[in-house]
């Protein structure tokens, strides 16, 4: 897989738990970055699926019941960014 270098700032405090993790599960930092990444990504991708399929359930039903037009209301506003 082909790779590229990325260059980002971390707080001292977060870039020690780094390194202590790295040193306790005998990885690199790199590895785990980008184990954390992928797994952020993927939850983001997943996160975003729940809210339009949510978008599209609410406005297929119609149904308002007591959350419902809050519910409406956070999923449409999502999708016009």
Excluded: C
């Excluded at 790295?22 to 997943?46: F, Q, T, V």
């Amino acid at each position: 897989m082909a790779s590229s270098t990325s260059s980002f700032r971390i707080s001292d405090e977060l870039g020690a738990r780094l390194a202590d993790a790295a040193a306790r599960m005998d990885k690199g930092k790199n590895w785990i970055i980008n184990r954390a990444l992928e797994e952020y990504l993927d939850r983001y991708d997943r996160m975003e699926l729940r809210q339009e399929a949510r978008r599209q359930s609410l406005l297929a039903g119609r149904k308002r019941g007591k959350d419902e037009l809050k519910w409406e209301k956070a999923a449409t506003e999502v999708w016009r960014e």
